[in-house]
């Protein structure tokens, strides 16, 4: 799993589209009559109070304009700055006749304080702190010619770069890089956070992410739904309040993990492990004959099925809460022949790996289902490749969801959660790359499961449960992360799911049973 987005604890949780923003905007000049301008000189003040705080000992700043209202904000950092005696360089791309509007004001005012500008050719030799003033959300085509070539030398600069309200090359509403974008240190964004910061190749764009309302009224806000949510460990964590001291495993569900071909079995054992560790009450995990009587030597909690053909799942899907189906599976006759006896079981499923390439051959809908697909597998279900998956997650994970059904969690940078379409998607913040790692999926379909399997003592519906697992899994990674990314692995991940998963206190006095 890819690196999410760093974020400060303030950010709100409503993401929107760009064309939302743009309303959002339009609602606070033209209803509640705060001027334009206004909003510009507030957001300049912002970012160049920001500046201060992740660079404060920064004397030097170069920004990059461009000719919209990105652009007007860079004019007004700038005019700070030199106002506080720093060394302030504009570069201008673009034709400095061609800036309107608001912008215009903010132009007007900067070389009113005797700022110079200068049409871009090349970066100082010592640029300090580059602002990134070029594009706003507005862009929607490949980025070429002069601002190709800025945006490629900020890249190739070795500088720290803010950018104003996006990475200018990040498409807002996607995430997808369009051509070429900046990769910044920190970017701040203005009266909405838009959704494409935060999955994608956003989270890789735009360092850490910071928020300023601009002190836009609230009642602006209630002018437009937000198209997704931003979830993360420190709010979900809350579902997990301390259990009952009278508690006991069959309040927690059995959960049934069927996978482990030949040569496979450690992903059926990753995701038993981690059902386990998240809570579930009982974990059995149907698997090859061949290794079946060694899969649990090192975990004798997990239960064990040999299972050599389709009738012995039988009575072990009766007892089960959920099924979890997928890690290791393969996709031999074997394989074929115990997902079609898990999808028609009745039972809520967790579908994972290989049993959702299985799916992808025979596409058949479930609305008690949870697809974990990662984007190749997400590409494989809706019959395209993995670079049309990325152009536009929202979009991708919402097909699937209309195609086959239920809840669909496309996993990578910026893990998105999609219910029905009535649902704004949600989108997980936290996690790292050190959870690219072999076997990460497995302990995340696990854990999925274990808290549908719980969900009705939780009080949560599939979708909620699902969201719920994605951020217990990323923080447990971002926890087994604090002695480095590299070299993690899925087993790190599982040692971190207990810890994390109390991080609620306050557990009365007394012990249920076991």
């Known amino acids: 799993m890819p690196r999410s987005t760093p974020h400060t604890p303030a950010l709100p949780q409503s993401l929107y589209r760009a064309d939302q923003v743009r309303a959002l905007d339009r609602s606070a000049i033209e209803v ?14 912002a970012a160049y109070a920001l500046l201060h705080t992740r660079w404060p000992q920064i004397e030097r700043l170069t920004v990059l304009a461009g000719l919209g209202n ?12 030199r106002a506080d005696g720093m060394t302030a360089t504009v570069l201008q791309i673009g034709n400095i006749d061609g800036v309107g509007g608001d912008a215009a004001l903010a132009l007007a005012a900067y070389r009113e304080a005797g700022g110079p500008i200068e049409p871009f050719n090349a970066l100082p030799a010592q640029p300090g702190v580059i602002v990134d003033a070029l594009f706003g959300t507005g862009l929607d085509r490949p980025v070429t010619g002069p601002w190709a070539a800025a945006i490629a030398a900020v890249n190739a600069s070795g500088v720290p770069v803010l950018a104003i309200d996006i990475p200018s090359g990040l498409q807002s509403d996607t995430g997808a890089v369009l051509g070429v974008a900046v990769r910044a240190a920190a970017t701040i964004s203005f009266i909405g956070l838009k959704q494409g910061l935060f999955t994608g190749a956003g989270p890789d764009q735009c360092g850490a992410v910071h928020f300023s309302d601009l002190g836009v009224p609230a009642p602006v806000y209630a002018t437009q739904t937000p198209a997704a949510c931003r979830i993360d460990w420190t709010l979900q964590s809350a579902h997990l309040q301390p259990r009952r001291p009278t508690a006991n495993k069959g309040d927690f569900g059995h959960v ?6 030949p040569g496979m079995s450690g992903a059926a ?7 386990l560790r998240a809570g579930a ?6 698997t090859h004959p061949d290794h079946a009587a060694l899969l649990n030597l090192t975990r004798p909690e997990l239960m064990v099925g040999p299972v050599a053909d389709p009738e012995a799942l039988d009575a072990l899907i009766e ?13 031999a006759d074997w394989s074929r022949r115990l997902w079609e006896r898990a999808r028609l079981s009745g039972k809520p499923l967790v579908v994972d790996a290989d049993a959702l390439n299985l799916l992808a051959e025979s596409p058949a809908t479930n609305p008690d289902w949870v697809l974990t697909p990662h984007p190749g597998e ?9 670079a049309a998956v990325g152009a536009d997650r929202f979009q991708a994970a919402l097909e699937i969801e209309r195609r086959y059904g239920g809840v669909v969690v496309l996993k990578g940078a910026g893990t998105l959660i999609q219910g029905e379409p009535q649902h704004p998607p949600a989108v997980c913040t936290d996690g790292n ?4 790692t072999a076997g990460a999926g497995d302990v995340l379909t696990g854990v999925i499961a274990a808290l549908l399997a719980q969900s009705r003592a939780l009080g949560l519906d599939a979708r909620q449960a699902a969201g719920l697992g994605v951020c217990l899994h990323a923080a447990a990674g971002d926890r087994a992360a604090r002695d480095g990314e590299r070299g993690l692995i899925a087993g790190d991940i599982l040692a971190a799911l207990r810890p994390v998963a109390n991080r609620p206190a306050g557990r009365p006095s007394g012990v249920g049973e076991g």
């Open 378 to 386: 997400a590409g494989r279900l809706l019959g395209c490749g993995t």
């Open 256 to 261: 049934l993990i069927i996978g482990g071909a």
């Open 281 to 286: 009450g009982l974990v059995t995990v149907a």
């Open 433 to 436: 790359p050190g959870m690219a």
């Open 70 to 81: 990105n652009g007007g904000d860079g004019y007004v950092i700038a005019r700070l700055a």
């Open 319 to 331: 007892r089960a809460t959920v099924i979890a189906i997928g890690p290791g599976l393969g996709r």
């Open 32 to 45: 509640h009559g705060i001027p334009g301008i206004e909003l510009m000189n507030r957001a300049g003040s």
């Open 269 to 275: 054992r990753l995701a038993g492990e981690a059902a």
